[in-house]
């Protein structure tokens, strides 16, 4: 049996070589699903479009069948934190979504995903999916070799928390490449100076939920759409991210600008 390393691997230039296609494959069906994302399509019909997507371009939907998951895709719409299964749920306006995509390009995956906002959508969902963009941002621009993921947990937890919104705590970044979940586990909140010391050549996922209410949640009966306790809105965006020498690099940012709404 195969066991997870305890260490995150640091990888060479091939690797960022390969996860440099997988991120910008990741962005490319990002981009390419965008102009469905409007009042009366399914999250069905989202996933077969994504899924078909995939296909043409010689990729592997990485999450179909991963643990027994059912769809190509995660679509989690309103009070759906993350996990959301595509099926007959028709969008409609004022909804909000995150489509979460993670496929596998050459052995290697790309994992991100962005909010959407469906028709006219209220104040207090912008702002929420805007403060979640920002919030992800925050954390990012913390990666740098030296700092610890715990700088990168409280760039986020400092910045949400002040906008009022709590951050789920149950789902986490995590390491990725020719894996798509390994360590290290990517907390959404931390203290400076704590947790795992960054070093050029990690890759890991960066993606914080934000919830308007409480941050508890729970499992459907499907076994995995994941939901806000309270019923309250949540959003999500993930990039997958490497530490460099001088920084961070973003695998997963959209050669079309779209890393967040609006999309125009
Ligand atoms: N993309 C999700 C993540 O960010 C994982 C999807 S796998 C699934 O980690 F099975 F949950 F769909
Ligand atoms: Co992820
Ligand atoms: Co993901």
């Known amino acids: 049996m195969l066991k997870k390393p305890r260490q995150p691997v640091i990888h060479g230039a091939d690797a960022f070589a390969a996860m440099r296609k997988a991120g910008r494959f990741t962005a490319e069906i990002l981009d390419y699903i965008t102009p469905f994302v409007k009042p009366g399509i399914t999250t069905g019909e989202i996933d077969r479009l994504c899924h078909d997507y995939h296909v ?91 700092a610890t993921l715990g700088d990168v947990g409280h760039a986020i937890q400092s910045f949400a928390e002040g906008r ?49 209410g409480k941050p508890d949640a729970r499992i459907l009966a499907d076994g995995w759409t994941v939901v806000t306790r309270d019923g309250s809105l949540s959003a999500q965006f993930e990039h997958t991210v490497a530490v460099t020498e001088t920084g961070v690099e973003i695998f997963t940012l959209s050669p079309n600008g779209w890393n967040a709404p609006p999309y125009t």
């Not at 010689?58 to 993350?82: Q, R």
């Not at 052995?107 to 959508?121: A, E, K, N, Q, T």
């Not at 979640?132 to 070799?145: D, S």
């Open 164 to 212: 009022g919104y709590s951050i789920v705590r149950d789902f986490a970044g995590h390491g990725i490449g020719r894996t798509m979940h390994t360590v290290p586990q990517v907390l959404h909140y931390g203290s400076p100076g704590t947790d795992l010391r960054l070093e050029p050549g990690m890759f890991f996922t960066i993606e914080p939920m934000l919830n308007i």
């Open 56 to 146: 043409a371009h010689g990729a592997v939907p990485g999450p179909l069948g991963f643990h027994g998951y059912p769809k190509s895709i995660c679509t989690s719409v309103n009070h759906v934190i993350c996990h959301g299964v595509p099926g007959d749920l028709v969008l409609k306006d004022g909804d909000i979504i995150n489509i979460d995509v993670t496929p596998i390009v050459d052995h290697w995956f790309g994992d991100s995903s962005r909010m959407f906002l469906v028709g006219d959508v209220s104040g207090v969902a912008r702002d929420l999916v805007k403060a979640t963009y920002e919030a992800m941002m925050r954390g990012i621009g913390a990666v740098k070799p030296d």
